[in-house]
T-cell receptor, first 113, second 114 residues
Framework: EAQVTQNPRYLITVTGKKLTVTCSQN?????MSWYRQDPGLGLRQIYY???????DKGDVPEGYKVSRKEKRNFPLILESPSPNQTSLYFC????????????FGQGTRLTVV | AQSVTQPDIHITVSEGASLELRCNYS??????LFWYVQSPGQGLQLLLK??????LVQGIKGFEAEFKRSQSSFNLRKPSVHWSDAAEYFC????????????FGAGTRLAVHP
């Protein structure tokens, strides 16, 4: 089954404690992205990757890091989380091209206290 | 700058009634347009998409959307709503010629009364 898998689904952490949210896709897609969803703002892109070792900033990259060492994996790293990073995070992948469908993971609800 | 506006934050309809969710976009050229649905606790599922051609597109679950270039709109419709349609709906655009991101509207939360 084609899918994007994120882990964990829920995470509560404390300010400043480094964390990683994993994302894996089994569709051999080239493009992967991370979004955060906040009430009234919809989804905003944090980072994206066009292929292995190729990443770039989205609209709200501050406080986040990513890496793309393998095509299937695209982890999101918060090196020093702060309460304003409390949000619902989604990983997405797509084959590429502006018209192809983006597949989304189930989401990770992060709370930073 | 590219943007997507969904004017209605919340909409409530009765089961069996018709539905129209509004979406307007701001973009220089014709973008690729999408509607996604997010059920509670779930990820986003694609309902339908428009790239070119026929301006009325059909999607899953009985939804359709019409692209109107003159109004920069891509409204989502369903003739008869079911209680299971209660969810949040997002309109999104992707710049034509390549994909690096989707630009989402703020979403419309749909409630369905029995």
């Amino acid at each position: 089954e084609a899918q994007v898998t994120q882990n964990p689904r829920y995470l509560i952490t404390v300010t400043g404690k480094k964390l990683t949210v994993t994302c894996s896709q089994n569709m051999n897609h080239e493009y992967m992205s991370w979004y955060r969803q906040d009430p009234g703002l919809g989804l905003r892109q944090i980072y994206y990757s066009m292929n292995v070792e190729v990443t770039d900033k989205g609209d709200v990259p501050e406080g986040y890091k990513v890496s793309r060492k393998e095509k299937r994996n695209f982890p999101l790293i918060l090196e020093s989380p702060s309460p304003n990073q409390t949000s619902l995070y989604f990983c997405a992948s797509t084959m590429g091209g502006g018209g192809t469908e983006a597949f989304f993971g189930q989401g990770t609800r992060l709370t930073v206290v | 700058a590219q943007s997507v506006t969904q004017p209605d934050i919340h909409i409530t309809v009765s089961e069996g009634a018709s539905l129209e969710l509004r979406c307007n976009y701001s973009y220089g050229a014709t973008p690729y347009l999408f509607w996604y649905v997010q059920s509670p606790g779930q990820g986003l599922q694609l309902l339908l998409k428009y790239f070119s051609g026929d301006t009325l597109v059909q999607g899953i679950k009985g939804f359709e959307a019409e692209f109107k270039r003159s109004q920069s709109s891509f409204n989502l419709r369903k003739p008869s709503v079911h209680w299971s349609d209660a969810a949040e709906y997002f309109c999104a655009v992707a710049p034509s010629g390549g994909y690096n991101k989707l630009i989402f509207g703020a979403g419309t939360r749909l409630a369905v009364h029995p």
